[in-house]
């Protein structure tokens, strides 16, 4: 069980929440917090949704409308998927790093001319100077 599973009824969440439990069915309505549903279409609010509701309840208290409030929420929701998508491609580069033997090393020239090096080395720089006078 994590803190995405739907497990608290309406009238523990809103306990939870601190909040009226036709206060939970308008945010519902609304599109702030959309807890999940059973078989008999009962809403059901994960521990995140809690969470979500007492955030509400802040920035409620600090003057913003609701709609402000659910477009602060949906960008919240938006950066913490696009997180957890980052730790999922580090965890997958980390891996075939690891079970690659024998992985290729690629630097830029100046140029833009990409070359391979083996694993473990630097590229040699250039030491030249070039002297450029405007036409």
Known sequence: MDEY?????IA???ELAGMHPQTLRQYDRVGLVSPGRTAGKSRRYSMRD???????????????NLEGIRRILELENQV???AQ????????LADEMLNR?????????????????????RPQRSNELVVWRSP
């Open 5 to 9: 599973t739907p497990i608290f009824a």
């Open 12 to 14: 523990m969440a809103a």
């Open 50 to 64: 809690v969470e979500q509701l007492r955030e509400v309840a802040r920035l409620s208290a600090e003057g913003l």
């Open 80 to 82: 913490a998927g696009l």
């Open 85 to 92: 998508r980052v730790r999922e491609l580090e965890s997958a």
């Open 101 to 121: 033997p024998g992985r290729r090393v690629f630097a830029a020239k100046e140029s833009g001319y990409v070359i391979s090096l083996p694993a473990g080395t």
